[in-house]
């Protein structure tokens, strides 16, 4: 009788500890997670995610926020308003620095996409840009950087401020550039996909002149990335599993999109991250979506920010990001 009874008092005991096991695994897999993404490339990747979070088909929960230029989001990761952000890749070093080691990198989601657009059709090399004046998206990010380097590699000066120089850059927002394109009344800009899509389609006497990404193989090592996810170490620490499952669904989001274009398309527009649908799906082929994890962010990554560095090192944030930067799962 007494055997019976410890037997009993321990399957009860069973019994109530199993559902918190349970019930803990079942929490951290609905994880809330706060994201923000940018509107353009990096955040197309994003597009069908955003909607199976909608549908209630995502193991997480994401409250999304789509912002229009990386220091929008910057503010919110180092606040901890955010969890997880797409940001341009030299932002991302910048807030791995800026924050002392608190911004880690999760992956790698876009390639080159930067372009040289012309009306008329005098530039076909960058030596072919001395004399000229480029208005250029980017400034503070990837655009100005890549560009830079590639004149100065070309040996040609540049100036952003008016004075003396080979080429003279002007930055402005993707919007009056395109503006000025279509309306003719700008001759040279130096753009990422998708504006690019949308300048080419508006004003037919628009011709690609130059794909920045080849010009950069011409004069520099690594692979030209220009977006990423980072996330608070912080999250990352507390959160592993929901970290993994995230990165299962947005790499899944990724392949979707660049599966069936015109669909995410719809959602891009939908969700604010591209102005128009038909633009968004013409122009997601080009968008270079990748979904790099892993060992591998390192080997793709670590290349191009020591050509930027050696270039101007305030471009990734004063250094080298730290082994601790690159987040390989647990």
């Known amino acids: 009788m007494k055997k019976t009874t410890k037997i009993l008092s321990v399957l009860l005991a069973l019994m109530m500890v199993l559902p918190l096991f349970g019930c803990s695994k079942k929490t951290e897999a609905g994880t809330d997670i706060n994201m923000a993404v940018l509107s353009g490339p990096t ?26 230029a990386n220091d929008e989001v910057t503010a919110g990761l180092l606040n901890g308003s955010l969890d997880i952000a797409a940001v341009a890749t030299n932002v991302a070093s910048n807030l791995y620095n800026k924050s002392e080691g608190d911004i880690c990198i999760l992956a790698l989601n876009t390639l080159g996409v930067l372009y040289l657009l012309e009306n008329g059709d005098t530039v076909h090399s960058v030596a072919d840009l001395a004399g000229k004046t480029v208005l250029s998206a980017g400034q503070g990010a990837n655009p100005e950087f890549v560009f830079e380097y590639i004149l100065t590699q070309n040996g040609l000066t540049y100036s952003t401020d008016g004075s003396e120089a080979d080429v003279q850059i002007e930055f402005k927002a993707p919007d009056e550039i395109t503006a ?21 389609v508006q004003n037919k006497d628009v011709r690609q002149a130059l794909d920045l990404t080849e010009e950069w193989n011409k004069v520099a090592g690594g692979q030209l990335t220009m977006g990423s ?33 015109a669909h995410a398309g719809e959602l891009c527009e939908s969700f604010g ?42 471009s990734i944030g004063g250094a080298l990001p730290g082994d601790d930067f690159y987040y390989v799962g647990k």
């Open 43 to 68: 955040g197309i990747g994003a597009s069908v995610l955003m909607e199976q979070n909608e549908n209630g088909e995502t193991a997480n929960h994401y409250t999304f926020t789509v912002a229009a």
């Open 180 to 200: 000025a394109m279509v309306s003719g009344t700008a001759d040279l800009c130096l753009l990422p996909v998708p504006a690019v899509t949308a300048v080419l």
């Open 229 to 261: 996810i980072v996330a608070r170490r912080e999250f990352v620490e507390a959160h592993p599993e929901a970290v993994a499952l995230f990165l299962e669904e947005y790499a899944a989001s990724i392949e979707a999109v660049k599966t069936d274009p």
């Open 273 to 314: 991250i591209v102005p128009k649908a038909a633009i968004a799906t013409k122009a997601i082929p080009s968008c270079n979506l990748v979904c790099i994890t892993g060992e591998e962010i390192r080997t793709t990554i670590e290349p191009y920010y020591e050509v930027l560095f050696a270039a101007n090192p305030a």
